[in-house]
Each structure stands twice: as structure tokens, then as C-alpha cells.
């Protein structure tokens, strides 16, 4: 925690802000100009956005949900972000074990 203010000011240096991502203990950075564009997202270690790991981990172990995912983020690609957000937390919300409930970006 103590070095997330510094940690996020280098990532700033490099890449655009992501605006709508994570929340006050997690900051969100991209870079549109790289194939496949880059999206970067900094949090407070077990801080309340530190919960991505989580959502790797289960798609990971389950191909069938992660296909499910590929086709959520193929449906959204190019589109409005914030609808692109509800769906991916509606998606998790849905299939995530009883203990993982990620607030909403």
C-alpha cells in the first residue's frame, strides 16, 4: 500500500489512464497504439480491487467459461466500455464462487 501512489505515477509516466476501471485502491491504464491493445491495472495488494487474480484463476480452470468470456469481450470489442463493464460483472457475478464478489468498475 504504501508504494501504490508511486507505482501509479510511473505507470502514468508510460501509459494513458483508464478512466472507469478498478477503484480508489486500483488504477486503470491502457495503451490503444499496441496490437492487441494493452490494458494495465494497478492495485493495493488484498486492497478492494485486488480481485483480478481471481477471475484468472477461474477462467483458467474452467474452459468453458472462459470461452463464455472470449465471447463477451468479442461482442463488446470496439465498443462502449461501460457496457462492456456491466456485462463482464454480471458474467462474474453469475459464475464466481459465493466468496468472490468484485464491485462493479
Given amino acids: 500500500a504504501e508504494h501504490f501512489e ?3 505515477r510511473a505507470l502514468a509516466a508510460i501509459y494513458e489512464h483508464n478512466p472507469g476501471g478498478v477503484s480508489e485502491l486500483g488504477r ?3 495503451d490503444d ?3 492487441p491493445p494493452l490494458g494495465l491495472h494497478g492495485t493495493v495488494i488484498d486492497g478492494p480491487s485486488d ?3 481471481r477471475q484468472r484463476d477461474l477462467l483458467c480452470s474452467r474452459p468453458d467459461l472462459r470461452a463464455e468470456y472470449d465471447a ?3 461482442r463488446f470489442e470496439g465498443g462502449d466500455m461501460a457496457a462492456y463493464r456491466e456485462a463482464k ?3 462474474f457475478t453469475r459464475v464466481a464462487p459465493p466468496n468472490f464478489r468484485p464491485k462493479p468498475c
Fill in 6 to 8: 508511486a507505482a501509479c
Fill in 28 to 30: 486503470s491504464f491502457k
Fill in 33 to 35: 497504439a499496441t496490437e
Fill in 51 to 53: 480481485f483480478q487474480f
Fill in 72 to 74: 463477451i469481450k468479442r
Fill in 89 to 91: 460483472h454480471e458474467f
